[in-house]
C-alpha cells in the first residue's frame, strides 16, 4: 500500500524500532535534528532527541501519491493501468493522479540540502546565529579542517569526537521517509531521479550516512552509510535489510 502523506502516528513496533535506533545514536554527538512534520517521522526524531529540540521542515514530507494514496499496487493496476505502467518506466517525470512527481519531490530535496549545507558551513565558521527551522535517510554534512579530504572516498582514520568536534565537524540528522529519502539520496550523489527505485532501498528506521566536505555542491556527497538497520537485527542475523 502507498502510504504516502497519510499521516499516521508509530505503531508499538516502530515506536520499539525507533527507541533501538536511538541506543544507537546515544553517544553520537548530533549537533542539530531536522524532521519531517509528519507524525511518524517526528515521533522518531522525538525519541532520537531524548528531549533536544527538533526542527519541523515542511520540505521533508513523502512524495505526495494523490489519488493513489491507500491503495495497493493490485488495486492501482487496476484503476489507473496505463498510468502505472508510465509510472514504473520513468517515476521522474511521472506524476500520480493529483500528485506529486519524482521530479518534484527532487526539487524539494535539493532546497533542503543547499539551506542545510550553507547553515552548517556557517555555523562551523561560527558566523552565524541558530539555523532557520526548516528537511535523508538522514545526511551528516562534516568538514575536516575546511579542507577536502586528499584522498576522497578512501579509508579514513578514527577520529575521536572531541577531535571532529574541534576541526569544525557538524552533524545534522535528518528524519524523513522512504521515498522522500530515496529521492534524496539521487540529488545527493548525481544520480538520474528517475532511478531511485531501482538504485536504493530504504527500510524503516535505517541509518544512512552522508558526508559534505568544505565547498562541495549540493549533488557532491560521499556516501558513508546506506540502509543500516544492524540496531533492529539480532546476533547472527544479516545486520540489513
Do not use: K
Not at 173 to 194: E, K, M, S, Y
Amino acid at each position: 500500500m502507498l502510504g504516502g502523506q497519510l499521516d499516521v502516528p508509530l505503531l508499538p513496533r516502530g515506536r520499539e524500532e525507533a527507541e533501538a535506533l536511538a541506543r544507537r545514536l546515544s553517544g553520537v554527538r548530533i549537533d542539530r535534528i531536522v524532521s519531517s512534520p509528519m507524525l511518524r517521522a517526528l515521533e522518531t526524531a522525538q525519541t532520537i532527541a531524548a528531549g533536544r529540540p527538533v526542527e519541523v521542515d515542511e520540505r521533508l514530507r513523502e512524495l505526495d501519491y494523490g489519488r493513489w494514496e491507500g491503495l495497493t499496487y493490485a488495486e492501482i493496476d487496476a484503476q489507473d493501468p496505463e498510468l502505472r505502467a508510465r509510472w514504473e518506466h520513468d517515476p521522474a517525470a511521472t506524476h500520480s493522479p493529483g500528485g506529486e512527481s519524482g521530479d518534484d519531490v527532487a526539487a524539494r530535496a535539493l532546497n533542503f540540502l543547499v539551506d542545510l549545507i550553507e547553515a552548517e558551513e556557517s555555523a562551523s565558521n561560527g558566523t552565524a546565529g541558530a539555523p532557520t527551522a526548516n528537511t535523508p535517510t538522514p545526511g551528516t554534512p562534516g568538514t575536516r579542517d575546511g579542507r577536502h579530504s586528499p584522498d576522497p572516498g578512501g579509508s579514513r582514520a578514527i577520529v575521536s569526537e572531541a577531535q571532529a568536534e574541534a576541526e569544525g565537524e557538524r552533524r545534522a540528522l535528518v528524519v524523513a521517509h522512504g521515498t522522500f529519502d530515496r529521492i534524496l539520496l539521487c540529488v545527493a550523489l548525481g544520480i538520474p531521479v528517475r532511478d531511485y527505485r531501482r538504485r536504493f532501498l530504504q527500510d524503516r528506521v535505517n541509518l544512512t550516512v552522508l558526508r559534505y566536505e568544505r565547498g562541495d555542491p549540493p549533488d557532491g556527497a560521499q556516501l558513508i552509510l546506506a540502509n543500516d538497520v544492524g540496531h533492529l537485527r539480532c546476533p547472527g542475523e544479516a545486520p540489513w535489510g
